[in-house]
């Protein structure tokens, strides 16, 4: 792990306790809010940034290694949300107070705001929230003959558009968090779920092998065999980002950080303003038609450190991070959606963000990942049987993987 960094001097002589944020990896957006929430505590404390790994993996071992070790250096830790149960259920965050509670949450959307409670408390502050969204190229569509922008595709009509114009359906498919992330929103989109009850920890029974879990593996098996770029199997969002945007990218799942990046690419010259101007967006895919699909929902949320010996001072501080006012400059700056509705009203945001509202409606609406202490294991287990995508059969791969999680979480089983 990085060391830390300072950011900012607070003020006010030495007496002002220093409160350090563990941070995932940007662009210094996170950075520059410690700065300017320093600065509004007038001396109060001051904040340093210590970085964590790049991946989300890494940033959780980093983080549970500290804290069940009791390290009260970690005053406050950007969270994967899918984690937030694990490290709420071993006492590793400090859950709110339900005064402090209606501060972090207000104008929250209803997705972001699920992932920050456990066991009926709220146990961190959703900072900024994430969805994928369905990323086409506007004359591969209307070569196909379909519109996006007129109503709700299907992944049948995304396949099959492919096929008939000779392009790719980009997605991530590499043995990482990734693909679980489009696993899970494809069981969700037809009407199931990975686990029936993730409240029940390790009794929680998964539910892959139902017809919701096979469609799904359906869908991704004729991906992967009929649209997909030859590489699926080790793409993460980047490769699928340059794989759409090649001569022959057709269509893409993937976060909204991409048409910024593009944009980014248009200024730089190594990508054609052409090619920008041909992208178009639309909600994530239908698996059947007339259901409504179900987004992957992400982000980041802000927990405070159950040992921190500064808690009062940490709590001021996620109010300053996570206020409108920050997650609208973290969205302008680094691309990563704010998880308050307000955001998307701020004209620079709808300016740098076209498809602001669909963005913040796929939010509000997107499915989360399995909620349970033992995410981890579910997630591994899943991801395990499923690759190489190209491998995925609808017929056995969903029962080998619900075997595999009961004996995971049993203690069968190694993963």
């Known amino acids: 792990m990085g060391s830390g960094v300072l950011v900012g001097c607070g003020g006010g002589g030495g007496g002002a306790p220093t409160l350090t944020w563990y941070i995932n990896p940007d662009n210094g957006g996170q950075q520059d809010l410690a700065a300017k929430c320093t600065k509004a505590a007038d001396g109060d404390y001051r904040i340093d940034v210590a970085l964590l790994p790049s991946d989300a993996d890494g940033q959780r071992e980093q983080l549970v ?104 359906v980009e997605v991530t498919g590499a043995r990482y968090e990734g693909y679980m992330v489009l696993i899970n929103s494809l069981v969700l989109s037809a009407g199931g779920e990975v686990l029936k009850d993730p409240e029940a920890g390790k009794d929680a029974t998964p539910e892959l092998d139902t017809d919701p879990g096979r469609k799904a593996a359906e869908i991704i098996h004729r991906v992967a065999t009929e649209v997909a770029d030859p590489a699926i199997s080790t793409a993460i969002e980047e490769n699928a980002r340059l794989g759409f945007q090649a001569d022959n990218g057709g269509f893409m799942i993937n976060w909204p950080y991409i048409y910024g990046a593009a944009r980014s690419a248009v200024d730089d010259g190594s990508l054609d303003k052409a090619v920008f101007d041909d992208i178009g967006w639309a909600r994530f895919p239908q698996v059947d038609s007339g259901t409504e699909s179900a987004p992957a929902l992400g982000g980041i ?37 704010g998880a308050r509705a307000a955001v998307y009203d701020n004209a620079d945001v709808r300016k740098a963000f076209p498809m602001a509202d669909l963005i913040r409606e796929s939010i509000d609406t997107a499915g989360p990942r399995p909620r349970s202490a033992y995410y981890t294991d579910v997630s591994s287990a899943t991801v395990r049987e499923y690759h190489p995508p190209g491998s995925v059969n609808p017929d056995s791969t969903p029962r080998k993987a619900d075997d595999l999680i009961v004996g995971v979480l049993q203690d069968r089983q190694l993963l």
């Open 301 to 337: 949320d802000l927990g405070i450190g159950a040992f921190s010996k500064h808690p009062d001072e940490a709590v001021d501080a996620v109010n300053c991070i996570s206020s409108v006012e920050s997650q609208t400059e973290y969205m302008i700056a680094e691309g990563n959606s």
């Open 65 to 168: 290694r500290r804290l069940a070790a009791d390290d009260s250096s970690i005053d406050i830790m950007s969270l994967d949300p899918v984690f937030v149960p694990e490290f709420a259920n071993a006492g590793f965050v400090r859950p709110f107070s339900d005064k402090e509670a209606a501060v972090v949450t207000k104008d929250v959307l209803e997705g972001p705001s699920k992932t920050v409670e456990w066991n009926d408390k709220v146990v961190a502050a959703p900072f900024w929230a994430n969805t994928q969204l369905l990323w086409y190229r506007k004359s591969v569509a209307e070569k196909a003959g379909i519109d996006p922008t007129s109503g709700p595709v299907t992944w049948d009509q995304v396949i099959k558009a492919a096929e008939q114009t000779d392009t790719t």
